[in-house]
């Protein structure tokens, strides 16, 4: 059983800042990429920014330069460090990882979630 959980996420003012973290957990043997995905309501989910185990980023245009993706392989973490806050930064936000676990091949997995809301 693979497990990603993430935390971080609430109630933030508009130019405040907050960091999001997804820990990864369970049978697994090895991550590739972690990435941050968001969802506003009536919207589709859409990629933030994306990590490599080598530490190569993506990032969406909307957030360059305000947000700040990182991660740690010894504890399959990532993390998202936000700035500069919006309220169109407003979404649920999801972890990914694309991993090898140790009855699969190589899978993408999904934590459930955290929301952010930034009010203006």
């Known amino acids: 059983q693979v497990q990603l959980v993430e935390s971080g996420g609430g109630l933030v003012q508009a130019g405040g800042s907050l960091r999001l973290s997804c820990a990864a957990s369970g049978s697994i043997f090895r991550v590739n990429t972690m990435g941050w995905y968001r969802q506003a309501p009536g919207k589709q989910r859409d990629v933030v920014a994306t990590i490599t185990n080598g530490g190569s980023t993506n990032y969406a245009d909307s957030v360059k330069g305000r947000f700040t993706i990182s991660r740690d392989n010894a504890k399959n973490t990532v993390y998202l460090q936000m700035n500069s806050l919006k309220p169109e930064d407003t979404a649920v936000y999801y972890c990914?990882?694309?991993?090898?676990?140790?009855?699969?091949?190589?899978?993408?997995?999904w934590g459930r979630g955290t929301q952010l809301t930034v009010s203006s």
């Open positions: 990914k990882a694309y991993l090898h676990s140790f009855s699969l091949v190589w899978s993408d997995y």
